[in-house]
């Protein structure tokens, strides 16, 4: 029997997966398919770590390490959802309620003394920031709007607020001294193993990583951000914004580049309220308050110092003596620096893009912004699109074309890979790369507290990521876009590369180009005013930010996107876009039994999952997957999508609908006679129970939801809440029989 893993995540994602997974393994069973589940949630993760901890009942296996065994293997068809990311204070959160359901987890030790805390503390590091992605990413990522979605965003488009040529709202970046222009790279030949060290002035050495394993031809990096060029940029830029009466914002991604950019956040915090650190840093630091887990934290903590009323005040008089800060929620004081999660780059730009180039003001109403991007490697990409903006106005979605994405991201790519060489020096000296022999690779002078990387990228990957790339160009006869940029030291290895490969490859008729990033940004968007579409054929990194500023641009949402990765040795990983606002739409559903989740993407990603089986010779399976498609494209004309207020269709009413359009696709279709025999009587009893499903769905809504738990839903209890039709329960049940 074939098998499609759906995986459990967190937050919105999941519990929406109590609601419609019932309605998959109920379909799927008809094509002969068996869909599993493995739970990769930041609380199954968690408590896989540690195991002795637990009782034999709460002991849970280690799913994602297992499905990143079956990425690499011609059978994986994993669907996977939105998880965490997790930053420090959402880790912390989440160990919090799990030792508050009883489970025996070891608190995290922010200063480990002993074998025992670092054992704990590493451990712990595992799962934080992306933690999931590099380990089922075995292939590269192919994203897009799918017909269906871009036809209705075109028919019904979204807001986007009015661009004026007098708009003040810009990028700041540093543009030296940071990681983009301190980059070295070199191309490995042959396999090897290498070492990161620090050698002191006094020459004493200290190893910071070894048993580097590397492949033939892999390509290695390393740069170091100087700490000193960056505090003094942050207090230019601070003062600037006060200067230019604009909301000062600081656009990091502190979930997934989980070491560099929460330290880069902290000074940016501290940059902010230089007066209030100089003077209380002690005290702060004393009681575990740090500025790297954002202002929130410390303004929770203040209530147990014996002077933090004191404290509390000299930050309010710091806030109210620089610019105006942007907000992340005006009405409850929640400002751009209160937790470094709350304001990721990939989200927030685009979302500043659409609407005016603003974002919201201490006074509720929206303000031009300095957008602060301390690294410059992809800053000029938001300027370009902000420049053409002021120049000719706001997209128009009704017009505009697309941009998908082909990303390089198989096998730890680039920046993802990262984490586990990225290091706050503790002294100056030098970072030496070395290889086995003790050859020195790569060698940067750093100073204490200066931020030092290295990451990986195989060629393997690279030879596969143009592959798909000209199989995309030749299948949707689309331009192609690499966007590298030559006077970067990565971009210049991977460009021999990429031009070495695409020889390998028939691209008569195609137009294939390669342009820096802004150069690239600059022709997509003059490309999208003219109706036209431009694939972007990027790195890693650029993957995650295109991936949601271009789609955010045409369909207003990130979330409507097809993520399909063609796995390396044959599998497929389907992907079912972004999770940015999943935590609001929790707190909703907890407060009113209302979650407005749209499921889209898991719709589309079922779709291709479906069809992928087919490749083994599952006829069926394709005619599920197709038959999903067609009632999906229903489903948007039919405006059963999940609305924002109670009262209306939420997200568990928009799976009734599309179970009920897929159930009448399937037994309209004249391929298969037995499988729409199967679908027939399930369509007329969906229709001809429509009233009563939808009044049991709306009966429950208005009133608190009681799921058991934010990161660890109790199960008996999320399944109720998200499954209260007793009618459309039945149904599927029946069809499982």
């Known amino acids: 029997m074939a ?4 995986t459990l995540t967190d937050e919105a994602p999941m519990l929406a997966t109590y609601s419609f997974l019932p309605v998959v393994q109920a379909f799927a069973s008809s094509a002969g398919v068996d869909v599993e589940t493995r739970d990769i949630s930041l609380g199954g ?15 849970v296996s280690d799913d994602l390490a297992e499905l990143g065994q ?18 420090m204070p959402q880790l912390k959160a989440a ?3 799990l030792q508050g359901q009883g489970y025996a987890l070891p608190d995290y030790p922010d200063d480990p003394q002993t074998d025992e805390e670092r054992d704990i503390r590493a451990r712990y590091d595992k799962v934080k920031g992306s933690a999931v992605n590099p380990v089922l990413r075995e292939g590269n990522s192919d994203r897009r709007a799918p017909a269906a979605v871009k036809n209705y965003a075109r028919r019904h488009p979204h807001s986007m607020g009015a661009w004026s040529p007098d708009s003040r709202t810009s990028v700041a970046t540093m543009g030296r001294d940071d990681f983009r222009s301190n980059e070295q790279s070199v191309v490995i030949d042959g396999a090897d193993t290498l070492a990161i060290r620090h050698v002191a002035a006094d020459g004493t050495e200290t190893v910071l990583k070894d048993g580097l394993a590397v492949l033939d031809g892999e390509v290695v990096d390393a740069t170091v951000l100087r700490v000193a060029a960056l505090q003094s940029f942050l207090r230019d830029q601070i003062a600037r914004a006060k200067a230019d009466d604009v909301l000062f914002s600081v656009h990091l991604k502190a979930t997934m580049m989980k070491v560099s950019d929460p330290i880069i956040f902290g000074h940016v915090v501290r940059a902010f309220l230089p007066e209030v650190f100089e003077r209380y840093g002690d005290d702060l ?15 929770d903590g203040l209530a147990a110092l014996p002077n933090g009323d004191e404290i509390r005040a000299a930050i309010e008089q710091g806030i109210a003596d620089g610019p105006k800060l942007a907000m992340v929620d005006s009405d409850k004081g929640i400002t751009n620096l209160h937790v470094p999660s709350d304001v990721i780059v990939d989200a927030s730009m685009p979302a500043m893009i659409r609407t005016s180039g603003h974002m919201w003001g201490p006074d509720g109403q929206e303000h031009d912004t300095l957008a602060v991007i301390p690294d410059s490697s992809y800053a000029g990409v938001y300027q370009a699109v902000i420049d053409d903006c002021r120049a000719h106005g706001a997209y128009d979605p009704t017009t505009m074309g697309s941009v998908p994405n082909v990303g390089l991201m198989a096998q730890k790519a ?14 100056a000296g030098r970072v030496e790369v070395v290889d086995s022999s003790g050859a020195v690779l790569m060698s940067h002078d750093v100073e204490a507290g200066d931020i030092w990387r290295a990451c990986q990228t195989k060629d393997a990957a690279v030879r596969d990521w143009v592959k798909l790339a000209v199989t995309r160009a030749r299948a949707s006869q689309t331009p192609a876009v690499f966007w590298l940029d030559e006077s970067r030291a990565h971009d210049r290895n991977l460009v021999a590369k990429v031009q070495a490969y695409l020889a390998e490859h028939d691209t008569e008729g195609l137009d294939i180009r390669i342009l820096s990033p802004v150069e690239a940004a600059q022709l997509s968007v003059e490309r999208i005013r003219r109706g036209e579409d431009t694939i972007s054929v990027t790195g890693n990194v650029l993957r995650d930010y295109n991936t949601d500023l271009f789609p955010i641009l045409e369909l207003g949402t990130s979330a409507k996107m097809l993520s399909v990765v063609p796995l390396m040795n044959g599998g497929g990983l389907f992907e079912t876009g972004a999770g940015g ?4 739409h929790v707190q909703q559903l907890v407060r009113e039994d209302y979650l407005r989740w749209d499921s889209l993407g898991e719709f589309l990603a079922l779709a291709e999952s479906f069809r992928h089986e087919a490749v083994g010779g599952n006829k069926r399976a394709e005619l599920l997957g197709n038959a999903l498609d067609r009632a999906t494209e229903t489903l948007l004309n039919e405006n059963k999508s999940p609305a924002r207020k109670v009262g209306q269709i939420d997200n568990r009413g928009s799976h009734f609908w599309l179970a009920r359009f897929w159930a009448q696709e399937l037994a309209a279709q004249t391929e298969d006679e037995a499988l729409a025999a199967i679908f027939a009587p399930v369509a007329e009893r969906l229709v001809a129970d429509t009233d009563t499903i939808e009044a049991e769905l709306l009966a429950v809504q208005g009133k608190p939801a009681d799921i058991g738990g934010y990161f660890r839903p109790d199960g008996t ?3 109720a809440v998200m499954r209260p039709s007793a009618t459309f329960n039945a149904v599927l049940e029946d069809l499982t029989r």
Do not use: C, W
């Open 581 to 584: 606002s999943a935590p609001k």
């Open 717 to 719: 209890k999320a399944a």
């Open 95 to 97: 160990v919090k309620e």
């Open 3 to 6: 098998t499609i893993i759906y």
């Open 45 to 59: 993760r968690i408590l896989a770590l540690f195991p002795e901890h637990l009782t034999e009942e709460q002991r």
């Open 285 to 299: 630091a004393a009681a575990g308050l740090s500025a790297n887990n954002g202002l929130g934290g410390i303004l």
């Open 70 to 87: 079956l990425a690499t293997t011609p059978e994986a068809n994993i669907i996977k959802l939105p998880n965490i990311s997790a930053s």
């Open 414 to 427: 680039e920046e993802y890979g990262s984490h586990d060489k990225t290091f706050e020096m503790a002294a």
